[in-house]
């Protein structure tokens, strides 16, 4: 049993030995020497030393400002090497510069929605042309959601309206 669980849970190295995992070949984990601010053997920032100065940007920040500021040469010179048949800056272009679109306009009559009953009818023109296969049903789905979004609009608006009539009309209204 012990043998067992020593095979399949060796002991970590200790980093302050020098020891270094088996799989890396002779390289710690850690830095040990040669690394500025840094403790040899744990790669700890020394004492004294905050790490990273106030006000300084890491490589990544400062690699996409310089891509910014550089990016109608860069896009130009991608178009010019696809247009001469090299292959990564035609993917490039498909790719990056024209991704895919997610979803396409979809076009039929819809008659105006003024109340809910023409919302309703609206609907029925929907469903009708899911069945039909004019439109697929996801596309359906999200016609019939705008279409509903719009129905509640409409009956909020005639909600309010009827409410403000309502209190118009009461000569003493209740007090609280």
């Known amino acids: 049993m012990d043998r067992l669980q020593s095979v399949s849970n060796p002991p970590a190295p200790d980093p302050s030995a020098g020891e270094t995992f088996p799989d890396n070949a002779g390289i710690s984990p850690f830095p040990t020497e040669g690394a500025a601010g840094r403790e040899p053997g744990t790669g700890r920032f020394a004492t004294g030393n905050p790490g990273r100065p106030k006000g300084a940007r890491n490589k990544v920040t400062l690699a996409r400002e310089f ?39 979809v076009e039929f009559e819809v008659p105006p929605i003024v109340t809910a009953f023409d919302a309703l009818r609206t609907m029925g023109i929907v469903t009708a042309m899911v069945g039909e296969g004019r439109l697929t049903p996801s596309e359906g789905q999200k016609v019939a959601s ?15 309206r009827r409410l403000l009539i309502l209190e118009a009309n009461v000569k003493d209204p209740p007090k609280w």
Do not use: K, M, W, Y
């Open 146 to 160: 705008i279409i509903d979004i719009h129905r509640r609009a409409i009956e909020t608006a005639e909600l309010e």
């Open 67 to 105: 891509l910014e500021s550089e990016s109608e040469t860069l896009v130009a010179h991608v178009l010019a090497s696809a247009l001469s048949g090299d292959a990564v800056a035609q993917r490039a272009c498909f790719t990056r510069l024209l991704p895919p679109r997610r979803d396409l306009p």
